[in-house]
């Protein structure tokens, strides 16, 4: 396993446009990017942050996981991603290890990275994803 940097912070939030006004006018983050992610019933918002980003993630049904996310905790950091390389191979390994992956294969996210999740309960409570960049 090799991680290069955190690619990514996910931040559930209920109103994805007062969420990008406070990003916007607080914090001075200009948004990049908003895109929905139809198979994880989100829409989403990036913003870059050096070569980190933060990604709000809003619920597009309430029984998507960000729905259930925010129904039992509330709005806050969701996820942390981290950018891979040999995405399949760490997936591997760390099923070997006995780490409990949510995606055992890699599946598309947003802003076309492929994207697998471990499972919290094998990752200290924090809810991990792995990325990888297809176009390096
Ligand atoms: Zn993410």
Redesign the pocket.
């Known amino acids: 396993m090799k991680i290069n940097h955190i690619e ?1 912070i ?1 931040i559930a939030v209920r109103n994805l446009e007062q969420a990008i006004a406070f990003y916007e006018k607080q914090l001075g983050l200009p948004c990049y990017n908003i895109e929905e992610v139809p198979e994880q019933k989100v829409r989403t918002a990036f913003f870059k942050v050096g070569q980190t980003k933060v ?1 709000l993630l809003e619920s597009t049904d309430p029984e998507g996981p960000i729905g259930k996310f925010i129904e039992n905790r509330g709005e806050g950091v969701h ?1 942390i ?1 981290f950018a891979t390389e040999g995405l399949q191979d760490n997936l591997d390994e760390l099923a070997t290890n006995g780490i409990r992956l949510i995606d055992k294969t890699p599946r598309k ?2 802003e076309n990275l492929d ?1 697998a999740f471990l499972h919290p309960k094998d990752t200290l409570g924090v809810l991990i ?1 792995l ?1 990888e960049n297809p176009k390096q």
């Open positions: 990514h996910g990604e996820h991603a996210g947003a994207i994803e990325c």
